[in-house]
């Protein structure tokens, strides 16, 4: 599984997000920016994936390093634009994947630029 993070939808932003699934920060923090761009995660676009910040204290989230957590369910969104919302949010629709073997055969045919973890 794979998210892209740096493909941004065309007139997509997180108040949007917030906006069609009727939730209204509260009490909204105005020094919270919520016209971020919600990025194109890859073309499976069955999930929507969050990508914070901790904590990782949310109903479905995985721990990733000690900077950043993927959650998967609707309880991160309603943090945002409140004094509860994690530092630094990227909210992500759909993911990537590959065949068994298909991400190794295209590192193998330098298809990806590979860096160690930062």
């Known amino acids: 599984m794979g998210i892209i993070v740096n493909k941004p939808l065309e007139n997509l932003k997180i108040e949007g997000i917030l906006e069609k699934l009727k939730i209204t920060p509260e ?14 995660g890859g073309h499976w676009l069955k999930i929507a994936v969050y990508l914070h910040t901790p904590p990782s204290n949310f109903a479905s989230s995985i721990r990733i390093s000690d900077n ?9 969104l309603e943090t945002l634009g409140t004094d509860k919302q ?10 990537a994947s590959w065949e068994k073997g298909q ?8 298809a990806w630029l590979t860096a160690r973890q930062i």
């Open 27 to 40: 009490p909204r923090d105005e020094s919270i920016r919520l016209d971020k761009p919600v990025m194109l």
């Open 68 to 76: 950043t957590v993927m959650t998967t369910s609707r309880d991160v």
């Open 86 to 95: 994690p530092s630094d949010v990227l909210v992500a629709l759909g993911y």
């Open 103 to 110: 991400l190794e055969q295209e590192i193998l045919d330098n």
